[in-house]
């Protein structure tokens, strides 16, 4: 598959779940060969994927999506060592490998994503956020706003900032 799709020497390649279901030796393979045509061709890669840890082997810049929506925006160094969205931190916070380096449980991030017909107003991710604030997250369409280098889609992120990354850190 990935030499059909590189055949016509393409400037972007999408790939969408490339490494799911394979097991870690074969993933890191694929990753690999990546990692290697990307380099070669200098073509560019949009690699979709729920794994957060093949994210943090890949990527150079990371998109959050929640809800259909683009919650955070960041280069990978940044958005694993300051997250700025409350999904983004729940996210690290919920990865095995992050809480067995922490010594504590994988921590999930609580309730489900609404159907697609009835997202909630105002942030989408509010009714699981526990930094919920009613009115402020509840009542308009949050946008998305340049923060810290990044994009972030939160009413609260500025002042979040230092809680989110403290909770990265004692998690
Ligand atoms: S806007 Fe409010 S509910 Fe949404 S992520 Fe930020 S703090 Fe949580």
Known sequence: ?????????????????????????????????????????????????????????????????????????????NLFGAPRHPYTSGLLGAMPQVALERGHDPIAIPGTVAQAHSWPSGCRFNPRCIYREEGTCTTAAIPLEPIGGGLVRCARAAELQSTLGRAMVTA
């Open 1 to 77: 598959m990935i030499a059909m799709s590189i055949a016509c020497d393409p400037k972007l390649l999408i790939a969408d779940e490339p490494t799911t279901a394979l097991d870690v030796t074969i993933q890191a393979r694929i990753l690999e060969l990546l990692r290697e045509l990307q380099r070669d061709s200098g073509m560019s890669v949009l690699f979709i994927t729920h794994d957060l840890g093949v994210v943090a082997d890949i990527a150079r810049h990371v998109v959050v999506m929640y809800g259909a929506q683009v919650v955070e925006s960041a280069d990978v160094d």
